[in-house]
């Protein structure tokens, strides 16, 4: 999967119109995005493989045991750097390595997208569910999850281990589908916090009705 980081991230970032965006509008780009990648890649089912970003040049992917989030990102000496979560599970690893990657998609366009995520506590909030959906989008795009669904008995284990995530997060994906009852999100907004020279995203750790 040798791709060029610059030209992934510039045809990413090409499907976003220079104009102020809806939110709806912003979390369709977020789809169209997830799904440019997996075909650039050439992935046609699941699982994806976390190959798509960890592999992408000037960029950097560590894990920290003691990372007081779930995964963080910034951009540090001519490349982007994503931390980890040592301590969480693989599953809830590969959701916040998706997450954190929306997130360097959107540097030089949240503008468009959410508004000024850095003052506005909405604009943030959208930033962040729509790294979320990203997330959910890329690992979990809606024509595989309604084949394997529909296919195989409609168990949500099984799924999740087909897509190698976790239940929880499958779960979430199926209800925003219409395919699952109603089923609560973690509504604490994740952090952005500016250092002088770099910026740095980082996604909460799970609480007891997080995402993923």
Known sequence: MNQDNESVL?????LVPPRTLT???SLRIAELQANRLLEIFGVTGPRV????VTELPHLEVHLEADLPASGST???RGRWIITLNATEPTVRQRFSLMHEFKHILDHTTRAYLYGD???DELAAARAERAADEFAGFLLMPKRWIKRE???????VNSAARTFDVSPRALTVRLWLLGMAPDVPRCAAPNLL???????HYFRRAPLTEAVA
Do not use: C, D, I, M
């Open 74 to 76: 910034h951009w540090e």
């Open 149 to 155: 669904w529909f296919n195989n008995g409609q168990r």
């Open 10 to 14: 510039a045809t990413l970032r090409a």
């Open 117 to 119: 995520v850095a003052k």
């Open 23 to 25: 939110h709806t509008e």
């Open 193 to 199: 916090a500016r250092g002088r020279n770099k910026t």
């Open 49 to 52: 493989p976390s190959e798509l």
